[in-house]
């Protein structure tokens, strides 16, 4: 078992879901990774464990979508961990990095209210798990499901975005101004960071 997987399983232990749902969803990636030494990475079949950044700018209200190339919709940044990643935060963290071109002053937010409860409450906690279902082997392949792991990053207020080849389209959307073809799960992300911010 990687120091990844470990972490993963240790993060979603300490982690005080808010709601019986997210409760159930927790459960259910504990379970995964407890049943799968490889369910950190894409070439575990049927589900993997994927990690993921809301980029908000707090000082001027706005966060950082990506139009995804795949889906056809404005998402938060993120993606597939890598062997590489010390952390699942970590990973988050480079997914935001790579994906916005933002080199210099992208932090983890370390969360605070119900999510921050437990021993290691200091540290970056999720925001949110988001389990959805995908091509990433390709549309010819059969669909699997991504456990989104979901954190909140925070953008320094000059910070210039940079559009990815892994992106048809980036922008800053204000709180209360997100694009029409957002979805719901993106659309409660960005309320519960709000809460926390």
């Not at 159930?24 to 990690?51: F, K, N, V, W």
């Amino acid at each position: 078992m990687s120091g990844l997987h470990q972490d993963a399983v240790r993060s979603l232990q300490d982690w005080t879901a808010p709601d019986p749902e997210q409760d159930l969803l927790r459960r259910d990636y504990l379970d995964h990774l407890l049943e799968r030494s490889d369910g950190m990475y894409r070439s575990c079949r049927p589900a993997h464990i994927t990690a993921s950044a809301l980029v908000v700018d707090i000082e001027r209200g706005r966060v950082l979508l990506t139009l995804h190339p795949k889906v056809g919709r404005w998402l938060q940044l993120g993606g597939h961990c890598e062997p590489e990643d010390a952390t699942l935060a970590a990973a988050a963290l480079r997914e935001a990095t790579e994906e916005s071109g933002i080199t210099v002053g992208l932090a983890l937010f370390p969360a605070t209210g119900p999510q921050a409860a437990g021993p290691q409450a200091a540290g970056p906690q999720p925001v949110k798990l988001d389990r959805h279902a995908v091509h990433c082997a390709g549309r010819d392949q059969p669909e699997n499901s991504h456990l989104d792991v979901q954190y909140l990053v925070t953008a320094p207020a000059d910070a210039v975005a940079e559009i990815s080849e892994e992106s048809l389209d980036l922008r800053w959307f204000g709180f209360d101004a997100l694009p029409r073809l957002t979805d719901d799960s993106v659309r409660d992300l960005v309320a519960r960071a709000q809460k926390l911010l």
